[in-house]
Nanobody, 124 residues
Framework: QLQLVESGGGLVQPGGSLRLSCAVS????????IAWFRQAPGPGREWVSC???????KDEDSVKGRFSISRDTAKNTVHLQMNSLEPDDSDVYYC??????????????????WGQGTQVTVSS
């Protein structure tokens, strides 16, 4: 059974840092792309960053230079290091998994499996 579990969210002051983790089971990262999305109350999830099955990465423009995605294939875990956090970064963050090769997608519809989400709150 494929499963994704996010962790690492919390309350942080503006300018602070958090490291989110997405632990996956039931499949290996060598065959799946993993993406981070975020969602405030309301429709639609916003793509943040992704890592393809070959290890290549992409970041949404607003987080470039602040967020960094990485993966540990030995531990089947993907991390999202978030630095210089801003109040607008406050959201529930989800990781999703999409099978297959190729460049990871920015579209949530491409991801078949999702975790339960972890809350990030940036506030003074």
């Amino acid at each position: 059974q494929l499963q994704l579990v996010e962790s690492g969210g919390g309350l942080v002051q503006p300018g602070g840092s958090l490291r989110l983790s997405c632990a996956v089971s039931g499949f290996t990262l060598d065959y799946y792309a993993i993406a981070w999305f975020r969602q405030a109350p309301g429709p639609g999830r916003e793509w943040v960053s992704c890592v393809s099955s070959d290890g290549s990465t992409k970041d949404e423009d607003s987080v470039k230079g602040r967020f960094s995605i990485s993966r540990d294939t030995a531990k089947n875990t993907v991390h999202l290091q978030m630095n210089s956090l801003e109040p607008d970064d406050s959201d529930v963050y989800y990781c999703g998994a999409a099978p297959g090769p190729g460049i990871c997608s920015e579209y949530g519809s491409e991801y078949n499996y999702w975790g339960q989400g972890t809350q990030v709150t940036v506030s003074s």
